[in-house]
């Protein structure tokens, strides 16, 4: 008689249904014996880089994920509070607690609004998620469109959301802590500073806002400007789930990892997107590192239970979009490392091209759905150098 080993297929929980949450979910089925719980506070799958149109009213976020992810994933709509490593469960809001045999930790990244400035966590909304781009949106609504808008923050995000907003004909002005767009090549910062200027964005540079009250900002050298609405754009945080976990961080609360992307605490835990640390070097935090990161992590589990040794990060950048408005943008160039060329794209075709990243972002998590392991990015970015004898896991100096 002989006796035949029963195998068990492996537990993955996914937390985080983000660009890198949800491609990794569908990048796991490249193994037919796993088994995925895919787990996200929200019903619907969240394009944040579309939440400046969901704000301004000038196109929607959300997209079903009924057609984004694999038939057999299964998706739980609550929040984790606790990882609990020693007994392999990850506890949610709602009191239930999901087994594992690993994690993929891709939340995200959230506003950061800083509560050292008075008024601003009461009186600033913030733009990073889904529900505070919906309140912006009824705000927007009850206000007149002379009313005055301000918008804290010139990175990209502050940049896509003022033009958003003055192409609509509303007066706006865009707070620059120090310099305009500064991810952007310097003469990319002048073709963004010419559209903002036509378009009557007032920008002060190297303002530095001290307060925030309910029809006003005040600056650090004592100005005052009138503000019907103040909008938030300037930083981003992660949230604290890693930490509350007894997990490291780094400062921001990012999951410290090693270059295979797992923890440097526990082998099981595998992290991904915006809340990744690698080597307490993180890259950018973008839908374009997110989405290779999420397949990066996947493969991590995946060879994890093949008893394989994972690959370390192999990826580059190419640059970045920004929609200005609808009917233009910039598509900045970079080197594989993210540093900027002088050389962009404006005008309408850069438009074109930002909706057709957008979309891209999408369409990804469909394909990798459809034909686990099809997606492919640009590889070759360097990263920090490791010492060789460094252990596994440690990240650094």
């Not at 939340?107 to 998620?129: D, N, R, T, Y």
């Not at 009824?138 to 206000?143: D, H, V």
């Amino acid at each position: 008689m002989s006796t035949h080993e029963v195998h068990t297929p492996s537990k993955v929980v996914v937390i985080g249904g983000g660009y890198a949450g949800a491609l990794a979910a569908n990048h796991l089925r490249m193994r037919a014996d796993v088994d995925i719980t895919l787990v996200n506070p929200r019903p619907d799958f969240v394009e944040r880089i579309r939440l400046h149109q969901l704000a301004a009213g000038t196109g929607e976020a959300t997209v079903d994920y009924g057609t984004l992810l694999g038939e057999d994933i299964q998706l739980v709509v609550d929040s984790a509070t606790r990882i609990d490593t020693a007994a392999r469960t990850v506890r949610l809001a709602s009191g239930r607690a999901l087994v594992y045999d690993y994690v993929i930790y891709a939340v995200g990244s959230i506003a950061a609004i800083p509560s050292s400035i008075p008024g601003a966590a009461e009186f600033a909304l913030p733009i990073a998620e889904l529900e505070s781009a919906q309140r912006l949106r009824a705000r927007l609504a009850e206000l007149p469109f002379d009313a005055p808008v301000t918008v804290v923050g010139a990175g990209l995000t502050g940049v896509e959301t003022a033009a958003e907003l003055a192409e609509q004909g509303r007066a706006v002005t865009l707070v620059c802590g120090r310099t305009l767009a500064p991810s952007l090549s310097a003469p990319g910062r002048r073709s963004v500073a010419r559209w903002l200027s036509r378009h009557g964005v007032v920008v002060l540079e190297a303002a530095v806002v001290s307060e925030v009250r309910p029809d006003a900002v005040v600056f650090a050298d004592g100005g005052v400007r009138a503000s019907a609405l103040t909008i938030w754009t300037a930083g981003f945080g992660v949230p604290d789930l890693a930490a509350a976990s007894g997990l490291r961080t780094d400062a921001l609360g990012r999951l410290l990892t090693d270059e295979t992307l797992t923890s440097v605490d526990d082998d099981r835990i595998v992290a991904a997107g915006d809340a990744a640390a690698p080597s307490g070097q993180p890259l950018r935090m973008s839908s374009q590192a997110a989405q290779p990161l999420g397949a990066q992590a996947a493969d991590t589990v995946l060879s994890r239970i093949a008893g394989t040794e994972p690959a370390v990060i192999d990826q580059a950048f190419t640059g970045s979009c920004v929609s200005l408005g609808r009917r233009a943008g910039i598509r900045q160039l970079a080197r594989k490392d993210d540093t900027t060329v002088n050389l962009y794209i404006a005008g309408r075709m850069a438009a074109v091209i930002k909706e057709a990243t957008c979309k891209l972002g999408v369409s990804r998590i469909r394909r990798e759905a459809r034909k686990p392991g099809s997606g492919f990015w640009p590889k070759g970015g360097p990263r920090p150098e490791q010492p060789a004898s460094a252990p596994r896991g440690v990240a650094s100096p």
